[in-house]
C-alpha cells in the first residue's frame, strides 16, 4: 500500500522559512517522480514543485521560482520541499503527490503570516 506522509508545516512570519517533508513507503520511491502540490482556501490545487526519479531534474511554478527547492533522498525514501523567502500568498496546505499512483499525503498546514 502506497503511504505518502507529509511533516514541516507550521506558522512563520514572513521572508521565514520551513521545510517540509515527505515520507513515502509501499513503493519503489527510487524509481518514480515526485511532487509537491498546494491548495489555499477557496483556491484550486496547484503544482508547486516536482522532481524526477534521480532528483537530476526538477521543476517549479513560477510563483515559487528562486525561493523553492524540492529535493529527494532516495536512501531515506524521502522529498523536500525547502521554501525560503515565504510570503503570505504561500499559505496553504502542501501535499505530496505520487503522479504514477495519483496518490497523495493528507497534507500540513503552511501558514505565513506576521
Known amino acids: 500500500e502506497v503511504q505518502l506522509v507529509e511533516s514541516g508545516g507550521g506558522l512563520v512570519q514572513p521572508g521565514g522559512s520551513l521545510r517540509l517533508s515527505c515520507a513515502a513507503s509501499?513503493?519503489?520511491?527510487?524509481?518514480?517522480?515526485m511532487s509537491w502540490y498546494r491548495q489555499a482556501p477557496g483556491k484550486e490545487r496547484e503544482l508547486v514543485a516536482g522532481?524526477?526519479?534521480?532528483?537530476?531534474?526538477?521543476n517549479y511554478a513560477e510563483s515559487v521560482k528562486g525561493r523553492f527547492t524540492i529535493s529527494r533522498d532516495n536512501a531515506q525514501n524521502s522529498v523536500y520541499l525547502q521554501m525560503n523567502s515565504l510570503k503570505p500568498e504561500d499559505t496553504a496546505v502542501y501535499f505530496c503527490?505520487?503522479?504514477?499512483?495519483?496518490?497523495w499525503g493528507q497534507g500540513t498546514q503552511v501558514t505565513v503570516s506576521s
Open positions: 509501499g513503493f519503489t520511491f527510487s524509481s518514480y517522480v
Open positions: 503527490y505520487l503522479p504514477a499512483f495519483d496518490s
Open positions: 522532481i524526477s526519479s534521480t532528483g537530476g531534474s526538477t
